[in-house]
Each structure stands twice: as structure tokens, then as C-alpha cells.
């Protein structure tokens, strides 16, 4: 069974950082890529980054490039989520979710080869980011 458990969300001031980590397992974490979704009050569930250590694909959501990066520790089958220079604006849900690279690469054609946008399969319960003005 896949398990997804996110931890490391929290109330941060204006210009703050944290550190958001994706415990994964109950599958094969090389097979997969793990991305991290957010979702605010009223808004879509919009993309922030996903990552496959083991195909070394990486992408960003236009909105987060340059403050947040993501990274992988595949010994640990664990991702995670740098957050820096924290904003108002990025006060979200914030999801972990996973998905065969192989069916990513399926579908992404779909969604003009953007992998954030295609369907994910598997997913985190979520842990809350508050960022105070």
C-alpha cells in the first residue's frame, strides 16, 4: 500500500523559511516521482514541484523557482521541500503525491509535457503552511 506522510508545515512571518518533508513507502521509490501540490483557501490545487532522483527529472512551478527547492534522499524514500523567502501568497495545504515515472511520461504529452499538470494517483494527507504578514 502507498503511504505518503507529510510533516514540517507550520506558522512562519514574511521572508521565513521551512523545511517540508514527504516520507514515502509501500512501493518501489525509484519507480516513482514525488511532487509536492498546494492548495489555498478558494483557489485549484496548483503544482509545486516534483522530482525523480533516480531519472534526475526536476521541475518547478513558475510561481516557486528561485525560493523553493525540492530534493530527495532515496536511501530514505524520502522527499523534500525547501521553502525560502516565504511569502503570504504561498499560505497552503500542501500535498505530497507520487506516481509511476513511466505513466508520467504518458501523460504528460497531454498536459503540454508539464508533469505537474497531469494526473497523480497517490497522495499525502497533507500538512499546513501559515506564512503571517
Known amino acids: 500500500e502507498v503511504q505518503l506522510v507529510e510533516s514540517g508545515g507550520g506558522l512562519v512571518q514574511t521572508g521565513g523559511s521551512l523545511r517540508l518533508t514527504c516520507a514515502a513507502s509501500?512501493?518501489?521509490?525509484?519507480?516513482?516521482?514525488i511532487a509536492w501540490f498546494r492548495q489555498a483557501p478558494g483557489k485549484e490545487r496548483e503544482g509545486v514541484a516534483c522530482?525523480?532522483?533516480?531519472?534526475?527529472?526536476?521541475d518547478y512551478a513558475d510561481s516557486v523557482k528561485g525560493r523553493f527547492t525540492i530534493s530527495t534522499d532515496r536511501d530514505k524514500a524520502t522527499v523534500y521541500l525547501q521553502m525560502d523567502s516565504l511569502q503570504p501568497e504561498d499560505t497552503a495545504v500542501y500535498y505530497c503525491?507520487?506516481?509511476?515515472?513511466?505513466?508520467?511520461?504518458?501523460?504528460?504529452?497531454?498536459?503540454?509535457?508539464?508533469?505537474?499538470?497531469?494526473?497523480?494517483?497517490?497522495w499525502g494527507q497533507g500538512t499546513q503552511v501559515t506564512v503571517s504578514s
Open positions: 522530482i525523480s532522483g533516480m531519472y534526475s527529472i526536476i
Open positions: 503525491a507520487a506516481e509511476r515515472v513511466r505513466k508520467l511520461a504518458e501523460r504528460a504529452p497531454n498536459y503540454s509535457g508539464d508533469p505537474l499538470a497531469a494526473p497523480w494517483d497517490y
Open positions: 509501500g512501493f518501489i521509490f525509484d519507480d516513482y516521482a
